[in-house]
């Protein structure tokens, strides 16, 4: 079993930069993969960014060119996000695979200010 939490949401001006973190505590030596997901309001979950083992990244593509997801060990995934848009407003949640399970975290939520 992994844990999850996250932080660093809040209010951010259009065009702004953002720096969510996550942190992962229990079997981490099973992680298989460390992602960022938002859900905005009435809308679906959807995927914003992965870093699997081995360090191979992906995106999606509204976020791509403008984002950064790292990880520190198994322990902290970062998504670092830039020039951010009104329609980035969601709930963002980080999620980690292994090889058994997913875990989630809380969410944090991020407000984009026109």
């Known amino acids: 079993q992994v844990h999850v939490a996250e932080s660093g949401g809040g209010l951010v001006q259009t065009g702004g930069s953002l720096t969510l973190s996550c942190e992962a505590s229990?079997?981490?030596?099973?992680?298989?993969?460390m992602n960022w997901y938002r859900q905005a309001p009435g809308k679906q979950r959807e995927l914003v960014a992965t870093?699997?083992?081995?360090?191979?990244t992906n995106y999606a593509d509204y976020v791509k060119g403008r984002s950064t997801i790292s990880r520190d060990n198994y322990k902290t995934v970062t998504l670092q996000m830039n020039i951010f848009k009104p329609e980035d407003t969601a709930v963002y949640y980080c999620?980690?695979?292994?090889?058994?399970?997913?875990?989630w975290g809380q969410g944090t939520q991020v407000t984009v200010s026109s």
């Open positions: 229990g079997n981490i030596f099973s992680i298989t993969a």
């Open positions: 870093i699997a083992r081995g360090d191979t």
């Open positions: 999620n980690i695979a292994t090889f058994l399970n997913n875990s």
